[in-house]
């Protein structure tokens, strides 16, 4: 029975579930010991950090890998080396990496005095945090094309295991300055990608080029989608320290509570990897029912997901975050009502996404974010009390960007669902946690 059951599991989801929930586990290792050990203003420059590296670390690095999976992918079941695709992902990421770099290191300044209490130090750790992420996800790519399932949950292991033991050392040692805890995030992606590097060195030289526009054709609009996604879930953090950067103590507790009622966004992430594929292998063959069954399933696991997670933050979150983080007492029971909404929103709007994507409207899913992070800077501007502000900010933009997702999903599927580009080209494996 047991065989059956792990047979009916897509390949690479065990290992790839297991290294992202090591990686998920890792988070909330870190900023645990962090909490300890940071006093409020450090905690909170920490958190600002962290919120920057993951949404724009995800945001525009993701896309590379899922495109670079994409393309070798498709080449490998036409026997194709998928060497050229690694030459033309990584010369993506460089580019990408030297524009945020240049942005960065332009606005040192601001960024250190607004962002960090004046500590040009994070924003040397916030680049090499962006440059660790980039070499991360060029090179997961190609494990995840080429199905190297279990290397890449190795490499997210490493990385989670990695960073788990830095930071308990780290409290150990009784360390008190955030930059150290900061460095975690650029020694652990780095080590797990030398620690995992012999499958994609075996890929390198050989076979022909592979076109631009074959990579490029898609990553805009992906990386609109990605990098505004990120926005949605991470900007509130950054938001709280701008708005009120007195007040030390709130930005370091939203993060810990965004981590704790986001643990659903860890489960969804080994799901999206097989979901995808599944919804897209429906639309190419034109099985409408197919695929809006699959569709529903996938609504009613993370609804149920979303809504014992909401339950169970609204009763012991502010009591969780305390005990965990050592998080100030500013944020109550409503307060993670609010949150527990926006994560359980932010669920259907990964769901809706990977329909649109099946469907190949890319531009549908950048539309619907565009107006999600429209709404959440609405919002973010009504004068009312700022934490209050940001959660609501969080919440109504994620409900009108999974409510613009299912108009513009129902409007699409009343045809059948037929993409434009073949099977292979559509699917891209992909894992997503929100903040890692």
Same mark, same amino acid.
């Given at each position: 029975?047991?065989?059956?059951?792990?047979?009916?599991?897509?390949?690479?989801?065990?290992?790839?579930?297991?290294?992202?929930?090591?990686?998920?586990? *890792?988070?909330?290792?870190?900023?645990?010991?962090?909490?300890?050990?940071?006093?409020? *203003?450090?905690?909170?420059?920490?958190?600002v950090l962290w919120?920057?590296?993951?949404?724009?670390?995800?945001?525009?690095?993701?896309?590379?890998?899922?495109?670079?999976?994409?393309?070798?992918?498709?080449?490998?079941?036409?026997?194709?080396?998928?060497?050229?695709?690694?030459?033309?992902?990584?010369?993506?990421?460089?580019?990408?990496?030297?524009?945020?770099?240049?942005?960065?290191?332009?606005?040192?300044?601001?960024?250190?005095?607004?962002?960090?209490?004046?500590?040009?130090?994070?924003?040397?750790?916030?680049?090499?945090?962006?440059?660790?992420?980039?070499?991360?996800?060029? %090179?997961?790519?190609?494990?995840?094309?080429?199905?190297?399932?279990?290397?890449?949950?190795?490499?997210?292991?490493?990385?989670?295991?990695?960073?788990?033991?830095?930071?308990?050392?780290?409290?150990?040692?009784?360390?008190?300055?955030?930059?150290?805890?900061?460095?975690?995030?650029?020694?652990?992606?780095?080590? #797990?990608?030398?620690? /995992?590097?012999?499958?994609?060195?075996?890929?390198?030289?050989?076979?022909?080029?592979?076109?631009?526009?074959?990579?490029?054709?898609?990553?805009?609009?992906?990386?609109?989608?990605?990098?505004? #996604?990120?926005?949605?879930?991470?900007?509130?953090?950054?938001?709280?320290?701008?708005?009120?950067?007195?007040?030390?103590?709130?930005?370091?507790?939203?993060?810990?509570?965004?981590?704790?009622?986001?643990?659903?966004?860890?489960?969804?992430?080994?799901?999206?990897?097989?979901?995808?594929?599944?919804?897209? %292998?429906?639309? %190419? %063959?034109?099985?409408?029912?197919?695929?809006?069954?699959?569709?529903?399933?996938?609504?009613?696991?993370?609804?149920?997901?979303?809504?014992?997670? /909401?339950?169970?933050?609204?009763?012991?979150?502010?009591?969780?975050?305390?005990?965990?983080?050592?998080?100030?007492?500013?944020?109550?029971?409503?307060?993670?009502?609010?949150?527990?909404?926006?994560?359980?929103?932010?669920?259907?709007?990964?769901?809706?996404?990977?329909?649109l994507l099946a469907?190949?409207?890319?531009?549908?899913?950048?539309?619907?974010?565009?107006?999600?992070?429209?709404?959440?800077?609405?919002?973010?501007?009504?004068?009312?009390?700022?934490?209050?502000?940001?959660?609501?900010?969080?919440?109504?933009? #994620?409900?009108?960007?999974?409510?613009t997702m299912a108009?513009?999903?129902?409007?699409?599927?009343?045809?059948?669902?037929?993409? /434009?580009?073949?099977?292979?080209?559509?699917?891209?494996?992909?894992?997503?946690?929100?903040?890692?």
């Open positions: 029975m047991i065989r059956r059951l792990l047979g009916l599991i897509p390949p690479g989801t065990i290992a790839v579930g297991a290294g992202l929930g090591l990686l998920g586990l *890792a988070s909330y290792v870190h900023l645990a010991v962090a909490g300890h050990s940071l006093t409020e *203003a450090d905690y909170s420059s920490l958190s919120s920057i590296v993951f949404t724009l670390g995800i945001g525009v690095f993701m896309p590379v890998e899922q495109e670079v999976a994409r393309v070798v992918a498709a080449r490998h079941s036409q026997g194709l080396p998928p060497g050229p695709v690694l030459t033309r992902g990584v010369a993506v990421a460089a580019v990408v990496l030297a524009v945020l770099v240049l942005a960065v290191t332009a606005g040192r300044q601001p960024l250190a005095d607004r962002l960090f209490a004046g500590d040009g130090t994070m924003v040397t750790v916030l680049v090499g945090a962006l440059v660790a992420m980039a070499i991360a996800y060029s %090179t997961r790519g190609v494990l995840s094309g080429l199905q190297l399932f279990p290397w890449y949950g190795t490499q997210l292991g490493i990385d989670g295991g990695l960073r788990i033991i830095l930071v308990a050392l780290l409290g150990l040692a009784g360390v008190t300055s955030p930059v150290w805890y900061g460095l975690v995030l650029v020694a652990a992606p780095l080590v #797990s990608v030398l620690l /995992t590097l012999p499958p994609v060195l075996r890929t390198i030289g050989g076979g022909v080029p592979v076109a631009w526009a074959t990579l490029l054709r898609g990553l805009g609009l992906l990386t609109v989608s990605s990098l505004l #996604s990120q926005v949605v879930v991470n900007i509130g953090v950054i938001n709280l320290q701008l708005l009120a950067p007195s007040n030390t103590a709130a930005a370091g507790a939203l993060l810990s509570a965004l981590v704790l009622v986001r643990i659903p966004l860890f489960v969804f992430g080994s799901m999206q990897a097989s979901l995808l594929p599944g919804l897209a %292998t429906t639309a %190419t %063959t034109g099985d409408r029912a197919g695929f809006h069954s699959l569709l529903r399933r996938a609504l009613g696991i993370v609804t149920a997901l979303g809504l014992t997670g /909401t339950i169970g933050a609204v009763l012991v979150g502010p009591w969780l975050v305390r005990t965990l983080f050592d998080a100030p007492d500013v944020l109550g029971h409503g307060d993670f009502a609010w949150l527990g909404v926006a994560t359980l929103a932010y669920l259907w709007a990964m769901v809706l996404g990977q329909a469907l190949d409207r890319h531009r549908a899913q950048a539309l619907a974010w565009t107006a999600g992070v429209a709404a959440l800077v609405a919002v973010t501007l009504v004068p009312a009390p700022v934490t209050l502000r940001v959660e609501l900010a969080y919440a109504i933009g #994620s409900v009108v960007v999974a409510a108009v513009l999903l129902r409007d699409g599927t009343h045809r059948a669902p037929t993409p /434009t580009r073949p099977l292979d080209d559509a699917v891209a494996p992909a894992v997503s946690g929100g903040i890692r």
